[in-house]
């Protein structure tokens, strides 16, 4: 079945770029999502790539797609204590479901 | 606010308690979603509902009984659980079920502990 892999930590220094990767089996996946999970809070909804795009930019948030090597990365720059959290790599499966990785947790230090 | 809401937020039941979980969403979507979050494992799907039908039932136990009497609104009914049901379970909709790029938005969660 449809693997999404993530490593699972990850520590910044305040004002450092974050770099978060994600590696993913299904190359039908339409669709790919960042999501954040703060401390005790649900997930909420970052960014998402459609899989003709190459790019997505957002404020702090960059996307990068790599097709080919089935390869996702989200990059934080300026990373502030308050980004702290899990960050949940996902994609689209058989158009019908979201399959999620084990969620990366990026810890900011001052 | 998430548009999606969920209660209780936290909830500690004995194994032989019969508990509910409840999912509101106030965003006009038409599928909603119940996923269980475990600690160190990936997010699991475990029912999806479409326009008020079950269109997936991901081998989630018997113990585990959704209800969704309508679109906004999904229960979660749990009955004679095991410690190893602790979890997050996340209630989540989208417009439909998700395809062409449907964004799932999802509620806060809901902390269980069974004892």
């Known amino acids: 079945g449809e693997d999404v892999e993530q490593s699972l930590f990850l520590s910044v220094r305040e004002g450092d770029s974050s770099v978060i990767n994600c590696t993913y089996t299904?190359?039908?996946?339409?669709?790919l999502y960042w999501y954040k999970q703060e401390p005790g809070a649900g997930l909420q909804l970052l960014t998402y790539i459609f899989s003709n795009m190459d790019m997505k930019q957002d404020q702090r948030l960059t996307v990068l797609l790599n097709k080919k090597d089935k390869h996702l990365s989200l990059r934080i720059a300026d990373t502030q204590t308050g980004d702290s959290a899990i960050y949940f790599c996902?994609?689209?499966?058989?158009?019908?479901?979201?399959?999620f990785g084990t969620g990366t947790r990026l810890q900011v230090f001052p | 606010e998430t548009g999606v809401t969920q209660t209780p937020r936290h909830l500690v039941m004995g194994m032989t308690n019969k508990k509910s979980l409840k999912c509101e969403q106030h965003l006009g979507h038409n599928a909603m979603y119940w996923y269980k979050q475990s600690a160190k494992k990936p997010l699991e799907l475990m029912f999806v509902y479409n326009f008020k039908e079950q269109t997936e039932n991901n081998s989630v136990p018997s113990r585990f009984s959704p209800e969704c009497p309508n679109s906004s609104h999904l229960f979660l009914h749990l009955h004679t659980l095991q410690p190893e049901d602790s979890a997050l379970y996340l209630c989540?909709?989208?417009?439909?079920?998700?395809?062409?790029?449907?964004?799932?938005?999802f509620g806060e969660g809901s902390w269980l502990t069974v004892v």
């Open positions: 989540a909709s989208s417009q439909d079920v998700t395809n062409s790029g449907n964004t799932i938005y």
């Open positions: 299904d190359s039908s996946s339409t669709y």
């Open positions: 996902a994609g689209l499966h058989n158009t019908d479901k979201l399959i």
